[in-house]
């Protein structure tokens, strides 16, 4: 019993845990802090294994919007009910969040300079490329390209080509691909 | 009113952002750009690119919109329409996740959507490559960039601080 209870105990954090767990992931990373998340719940802090860490990570990839926030919301929820679901968030957008309006503030103040719009016209041509390359791998990962792929050119079409409205698009696209896909998986 | 405004756009928009931000900046660019004149073209690409040098998630180039759109009020109502429907929608969810992961409709709308995202981060990436109003040396970097990336490890940062670099050398 007494043995079987050590071995049990998973820490179980608090609101401030919480709060400041979350903001050493919110400030480590560039361009996408996920893997610090799962860095931070499944090795640093042992939060969940990463078993668990993955079952909830499946929610918050399947649903739209910042997958890190919504996993944010249920770790804190898990814990903390609804106050570590509020905290959670709070607590990884907080830091960030300041650091970025500290750079508008600096944005609106020198933004006009030529060296500055030479810089960051050099920084948004980096970020472009790393979003080509996003793309490249996103697609590359993608399973029966056969069938898919087209989905993807689609989308490009409506979006990028023919400015239609994206709500409509992702809805006429949902229901095209993801009906694709459940007559696929029915064929399995 | 037009904080109100931007609340509710992008609250819209938040339901369909599968891919994250960064699969919304086409849409955010037709909002803020060319719907309601709120930015310009030029404005539009150097908050990305600032929301790119600066650390945190993806979801901040949507609070340096608002900022630019409706100041301190505009931040904050920006990104809290990005995060907050779909919070409240996993927060409700959750406990009943286990109950219909692995079902065939659920595993269709994940490989359903896939292809979608793919061709939504594409489109910001073409919509970036317009709006940057690159030189050739710009051009190149995005080429260059888009090599090093997919062929080695290499910290994003570094490209990044690469570009600010040539940027400011005016080559870009």
């Not at chain 1, 103040?109 to 948004?124: D, E, F, H, K, T």
């Not at chain 2, 369909?16 to 660019?29: D, K, Q």
Request: a positive charge.
């Amino acid at each position: 019993m007494f043995t079987a209870d050590k071995v049990d105990t998973k820490p179980r954090p608090d609101l401030r845990a919480l709060f400041f767990g979350f903001s050493s992931v919110g400030l480590s990373g560039f361009g996408g802090v996920l893997p610090f998340a799962r860095r931070m719940l499944v090795e640093q802090r042992r939060w969940m294994t990463a078993e668990e860490f993955n079952a909830q990570l499946g929610l918050c990839q399947f649903l739209p919007g910042p997958n890190v926030v919504n996993l944010a919301v249920v770790v804190g929820k898990r814990y903390q009910g609804l106050a570590g679901a509020i905290v959670a968030p709070v607590g990884l957008l907080a830091g960030p969040l300041a650091i970025v309006l500290l750079l508008a503030l600096l944005y609106d103040a020198y933004g006009s300079l030529p060296i500055a719009q030479g810089m960051l016209r050099g920084i948004a041509a980096v970020g472009c490329g790393l979003l080509f390359a996003m793309a490249w791998r996103m697609g590359k990962a993608l399973r029966d390209k056969a069938y898919f792929l087209p989905f993807s050119v689609f989308t490009v079409a409506g979006i990028a080509m023919l400015r239609w409205p994206m709500p409509w698009v992702m809805v006429a696209g949902l229901i095209l691909s993801g009906g694709v896909a459940y007559w696929r998986l029915g064929k399995k | 009113m037009t904080v109100v405004e931007l609340f509710l756009e992008f609250a819209l928009l938040s339901f369909v952002a599968f891919g994250g931000a960064t699969a919304l900046l086409p849409e955010m660019h037709r909002v803020v750009v060319e719907n309601h004149h709120w930015l310009d073209e030029t404005t539009f690409t150097h908050l990305y690119a600032i929301a790119q040098a600066a650390p945190g998630p993806n979801v901040l180039v949507v609070t340096l919109i608002g900022w630019k759109v409706a100041g301190l009020a505009g931040a904050l109502a920006a990104t809290l329409a990005m995060c907050l429907p779909m919070s409240v929608v996993i927060y409700l969810l959750i406990d009943r996740w286990e109950g219909f992961a692995g079902a065939r409709w659920q595993k269709a709308i994940s490989l359903g959507v896939a292809p979608l995202a793919v061709g939504l981060v594409f489109s910001g990436a073409t919509l970036i490559a317009q709006a940057a109003g690159l030189a050739w040396g710009g051009a190149l970097l995005v080429l260059l960039t888009v090599v090093i990336s997919l062929r080695s490890k290499l910290n994003p940062l570094w490209l990044i601080a690469l570009g600010a670099l040539l940027g400011l050398a005016g080559w870009v």
